[in-house]
């Protein structure tokens, strides 16, 4: 997938706090030996002196020059560059050139690991960050409300709430989860949670079932339950904001589920007829759902059933499973 930069000017960022010396550049976020989860925000300050323009470098895409330099620009943004990068999994180094009177004058790298999958941790050199944190919210403090009341953080109108004012495009996709849609955040997210602020409430699986009692309900009755969900790790498979897929899904059903099951796609699966004919793996009709495409899920309940192998609507033997599309 290419890494795109989008120049985001529509974000009032006029901070001028703690700035450096000179041509300095620092990235803000994510810093060095960070871990994301997210491929929202590049944040860089630079220093009292205005540089003219920024080169920001990603892996092997090179962005065009970001002018900074303009008195207008200063006016918006004082010296923070802010870029919606595209992370690929896994590592990635950030390379942020400063430019002025046609020359680099000053250069920041930073080495981040994008932890796509909760399948595929970072390792221990990385570490999570934490941005509200007193040290960080006061670099955000002369533009955002960092410290809200109640009523605001309970509003459902993104012009109230302050979550909206960086978190805005995180729900600018076609599968909003409920509570994120009317920005419910702190039912999930806690208010006075240490070393930082808004961390997630502990227990993925508790926190879930509290809304969604009738799963735990469907999945009692199941004879055999799905991995994750025995585990408790909804994230696993759902993004708990939104998502570009049904369901919340954190990639498309066949990615996800080859994502464990790898195998499944490097060789036949449901040898069918006398010619030995594998079966599809994905199209865009289902016969036995009409309306929606033909995946994994088509055949298989991601959450559990009464087999092994998880046949939709607890179907128990093959041929029935079959019947649902096959109905000659």
Same mark, same amino acid.
């Given at each position: !997938?290419?890494?795109?930069?989008?120049?985001?000017?529509?974000?009032?960022?006029?901070?001028?706090?703690?700035? #450096?010396?000179?041509?300095?550049?620092?990235?803000?976020?994510?810093?060095?030996?960070?871990?994301?989860?997210?491929?929202?925000?590049?944040? %860089?300050?630079? @220093?009292?002196?205005?540089?003219?323009g920024?080169?920001?470098?990603?892996k092997?895409?090179?962005?065009?020059m970001?002018? %900074?330099?303009? $008195?207008?620009?200063?006016?918006?943004?004082?010296?923070?560059?802010? %870029?919606?990068?595209?992370?690929?999994?896994?590592? $990635?180094?950030?390379?942020?050139?400063?430019?002025?009177?046609?020359?680099?004058?000053?250069?920041?790298?930073?080495?981040?690991?994008f932890?796509a999958?909760?399948?595929?941790?970072?390792? #221990?050199?990385?570490?999570?960050?934490? !941005? &509200?944190?007193?040290?960080?919210?006061?670099?955000?403090?002369?533009?955002?409300?960092?410290?809200?009341?109640?009523?605001?953080?309970?509003?459902?109108?993104?012009?109230?709430?302050?979550?909206?004012?960086?978190?805005?495009?995180?729900?600018? %996709?076609?599968?909003? &989860?409920?509570?994120?849609?009317?920005?419910?955040?702190?039912?999930c997210?806690?208010?006075?949670?240490?070393?930082?602020?808004?961390?997630?409430?502990? +227990?993925?699986?508790?926190?879930?079932?509290?809304?969604?009692?009738d799963?735990?309900?469907?999945?009692?009755?199941?004879?055999?339950?799905?991995?994750?969900?025995?585990?408790?790790?909804?994230?696993?498979?759902?993004?708990?904001?939104?998502?570009? $897929?049904?369901?919340?899904?954190?990639?498309?059903?066949?990615?996800?589920?080859?994502?464990?099951?790898?195998?499944?796609?490097?060789?036949?699966?449901?040898?069918? +007829?006398?010619? +030995?004919?594998?079966?599809?793996?994905?199209?865009?009709?289902?016969?036995?759902?009409? @309306?929606?495409?033909?995946?994994?899920?088509?055949?298989?309940?991601?959450?559990?059933?009464?087999?092994?192998?998880?046949?939709?609507?607890?179907?128990? $033997?093959?041929?029935?499973?079959?019947?649902?599309? &096959?109905?000659?």
């Amino acid at each position: !997938m290419p890494i795109i930069l989008h120049h985001l000017l529509l974000l009032s960022l006029f901070l001028t706090a703690l700035p #450096s010396a000179g041509w300095g550049l620092e990235i803000l976020y994510p810093p060095d030996k960070a871990v994301v989860t997210r491929s929202d925000y590049l944040i %860089v300050r630079g @220093g009292e002196t205005p540089l003219d323009g920024v080169v920001v470098e990603i892996k092997d895409y090179r962005s065009e020059m970001l002018e %900074v330099g303009s $008195n207008e620009y200063r006016a918006a943004f004082a010296d923070f560059l802010i %870029v919606a990068p595209v992370f690929d999994a896994g590592q $990635n180094t950030i390379k942020v050139e400063g430019y002025a009177g046609g020359k680099v004058v000053a250069t920041k790298t930073a080495d981040i690991y994008f932890e796509a999958s909760p399948l595929d941790p970072a390792p #221990s050199s990385y570490r999570k960050v934490l !941005m &509200h944190t007193p040290q960080q919210e006061a670099v955000c403090a002369p533009c955002h409300k960092m410290n809200p009341d109640e009523k605001a953080l309970a509003s459902e109108s993104p012009k109230v709430n302050p979550c909206a004012s960086c978190h805005l495009r995180m729900l600018d %996709v076609p599968n909003v &989860h409920g509570p994120a849609g009317v920005w419910q955040c702190t039912y999930c997210h806690q208010t006075d949670s240490k070393p930082g602020r808004y961390q997630a409430r502990p +227990g993925d699986a508790e926190v879930c079932m509290e809304c969604h009692e009738d799963k735990v309900q469907e999945f009692k009755g199941k004879k055999f339950v799905h991995g994750p969900i025995e585990a408790g790790m909804c994230l696993v498979c759902h993004d708990p904001h939104a998502s570009n $897929n049904p369901a919340q899904l954190v990639a498309p059903v066949n990615e996800l589920c080859l994502r464990c099951h790898e195998e499944i796609g490097e060789k036949n699966h449901i040898v069918r +007829g006398v010619g +030995g004919k594998a079966h599809p793996l994905q199209g865009p009709e289902n016969p036995a759902f009409p @309306g929606k495409p033909f995946h994994c899920a088509s055949c298989h309940d991601p959450h559990g059933g009464a087999t092994e192998q998880y046949f939709q609507r607890d179907i128990a $033997n093959r041929m029935s499973l079959c019947q649902l599309c &096959h109905k000659k």
